[in-house]
């Protein structure tokens, strides 16, 4: 379900970006993440272990395994020399299926957004970082016949790992709790478990 090979394509395009990043001017600078102003974009929650879980009246759907149903894994954040960093989470998924017992076909297109405040920094050898994470979350499902929307509160709690200069791996935990939903269906959405991701600093 969901455009797996449209992940995997951003996914593919974010670790080329961040890789070119080690050969730019940038580079040559000694500051450290979490101790200069700078520009996070990040490609998260693809992989990794997760469950994810979505109820309304029409029925539950639920995955757990290494690939999320319901995608939200590109980031933009601004992170400042004290270590705080503001920013969210977007993503997309389109899903095509058939409905139990017809030929009939349906749509539907969800997606996410997770605003984010967080904390991170990096021991003094710039191999290992840390990057820490809260903030509320929501679910936008549309499809031909109805909408849904769920709320929740949630966060990341990574462990960053430097390969090159500029250019992190994000290992840790991840979770959203529900909070409230709304529209057709009384949607309930909720998720959590481990990942991977990638991010590349620009400043």
């Given at each position: 379900m969901g455009s797996q090979k449209g992940i995997a394509a951003l996914a593919g395009s974010a670790v080329a970006l961040a890789l070119g990043l080690s050969a730019s001017p940038a580079a040559a600078q000694d500051?450290?993440?979490?101790?200069?102003?700078?520009?996070?974009?990040?490609?998260?929650?693809?992989?990794?272990?997760?469950?994810?879980?979505?109820?309304?009246?029409?029925?539950?759907?639920?995955?757990?395994?290494?690939?999320?149903?319901?995608?939200?894994?590109?980031?933009?954040?601004?992170?400042?020399?004290?270590?705080?960093?503001?920013?969210?989470?977007?993503?997309?998924?389109?899903?095509?299926?058939?409905?139990?017992?017809?030929?009939?076909?349906?749509?539907?297109?969800?997606?996410?957004?997770?605003?984010?405040?967080?904390?991170?920094?990096?021991?003094?050898?710039?191999?290992?970082g840390y990057w820490v994470r809260v903030g509320p979350g929501a679910l936008f499902a549309f499809s031909e016949d109805d909408s849904q929307q769920a709320f929740s509160v949630g966060g990341e709690g990574y462990v960053v790992l430097f390969p090159a200069p500029h250019v992190g791996i994000l290992v840790g935990p991840h979770a959203d709790f529900h909070l409230a939903g709304s529209g057709d269906g009384d949607p309930y959405y909720r998720t959590y478990g481990l990942t991977a991701g990638i991010m590349g600093e620009f400043y």
């Open positions: 500051s450290r993440f979490g101790q200069r102003d700078e520009l996070i974009l990040s490609v998260e929650r693809i992989f990794g272990f997760q469950n994810q879980k979505f109820d309304d009246d029409g029925g539950s759907y639920e995955a757990t395994g290494f690939h999320p149903l319901y995608w939200a894994g590109l980031g933009l954040f601004s992170v400042s020399s004290s270590g705080l960093s503001f920013g969210a989470l977007l993503g997309a998924t389109r899903f095509e299926y058939d409905l139990g017992g017809s030929d009939e076909e349906v749509s539907a297109t969800v997606l996410q957004l997770r605003p984010r405040i967080g904390y991170g920094g990096t021991e003094k050898e710039g191999r290992f």
